[in-house]
């Protein structure tokens, strides 16, 4: 690269603006076709489960233009996800945060600027567990599928991560490991305030088209006196049209298969205002401690219930030991002969 660099710096003024294809001089004010450098750094946190690297392995898979790094030790510096991205020449960052061994969170940057999404992803199947059918290319280009609600004018927060997942998972042409090749969909589905998110396979399978009907040839063709065919069998063979083959395009599933709730979105990478945050949100931990609360409330109702017990029994004189002691009466044996 070095030796290609040095021979092109040596070149005069005139003799860059040559097209190398055809060798026609690029006039000054045409422009050059832009290309789409896309490029995704993958990482994830410490204390991720084997589920969570599995589907980590999965998105790897299907993004040739990314890159996979090893974990980052901090989950409070996430600053230093933009110096990493510099350092391997990336622009998307797609960062798994691990909390607690079981709730795993994205992030989803545009370094080194922003804008960026934290979302909470839930009811994850990678490719493993699921055994479908479905199979695709190692490095083709999907085609992204973003469901109408993505443009809905009072939500403008999906819009904006339509445009991030579009950057993301949107393959370019320029990738050095991408496939010519377009043979899966990545749906994203609106629904319930979430985003469901699936991997589908585009199958093609010939169907041929049958006859309308069966005719044999001695019926088809009238023989004149000389025994030749006749002129009016030209007419019926041009009639005839040739069996064309339809082709039926269906979807199966490949995965992996997840949910995404947003959280909070901020103004640039990693930091910054907030622009968006979801007030319907409720953290998983939060959801643990009420079921922990609910299963501890069947034990305190269960203790008091032997307390109010113990002293209904005490008040009624039929414990021996502790309550209040029931009053002798004026005709007890004890008070007679006492």
């Known amino acids: ?29 045409e422009k ?15 204390g991720v489960t084997h589920r969570h690297r599995h589907l980590i392995n999965d998105l790897y898979a299907l993004l040739p233009h990314s890159r996979k790094d090893p974990k980052l030790d901090t989950k409070t510096k996430l600053y230093q996800l933009n110096e990493l991205a510099d350092l391997y020449s990336c622009n998307n960052v797609l960062f798994f945060e691990a909390r607690k061994g079981q709730d795993l969170y ?17 009811n994850l199947h990678t490719m493993a567990e699921l055994h479908f059918t479905g199979n695709c290319l190692r490095g083709s280009r999907p085609i992204l599928s973003f469901d109408r ?44 305030g979430r985003m469901w998110v699936r991997n589908y396979q ?36 041009s009639r005839k049209k040739p069996a064309k083959d339809d082709t039926r395009v269906s979807l199966v599933e490949i995965g992996p298969r997840f949910v995404l709730t947003p959280i909070v979105m901020l103004e640039s990478s990693f930091g910054g205002p907030v622009i968006y945050e979801n007030k319907e949100f409720v953290s998983p931990n939060q959801v643990r401690a009420e079921l922990r609360r609910a299963r501890s409330g069947k034990f305190n109702r269960r203790v008091e219930g032997q307390v109010e017990r113990k002293v209904k029994k005490g008040d009624l004189g039929l414990v021996t030991e502790g309550g209040r002691k029931q009053e002798r009466d004026a005709l007890d044996v004890r008070e007679l002969f006492a």
């Open 106 to 122: 994205l992030w989803l940057a545009k370094a080194p600027n922003g804008p960026t999404a934290k979302l909470h992803l839930q």
């Open 1 to 29: 690269m070095a030796a290609v660099y040095k021979a092109l710096s040596r070149l005069e003024p005139d003799e860059k603006n040559v097209d190398g294809v055809n060798g026609e001089k690029k006039e000054k004010g």
């Open 149 to 192: 609600s993505f443009d809905d004018v009072g939500q403008p927060h999906w819009r904006v991560l339509r445009e991030l997942l579009t950057q993301t998972f949107g393959v370019p042409k320029s990738s050095r490991k991408m496939k010519p090749f377009v043979d899966h969909v990545m749906a994203f589905s609106l629904a319930q």
């Open 202 to 237: 585009i199958a093609e399978a010939e169907e041929k088209a049958k006859a309308n009907g069966a005719h044999n040839d001695d019926e088809d063709e009238d023989l004149d006196d000389d025994g030749g065919v006749a002129v009016g069998t030209k007419a019926k063979q």
């Open 32 to 46: 050059s076709e832009k290309k789409n450098r896309q490029k995704v750094l993958i990482l994830s946190s410490r």
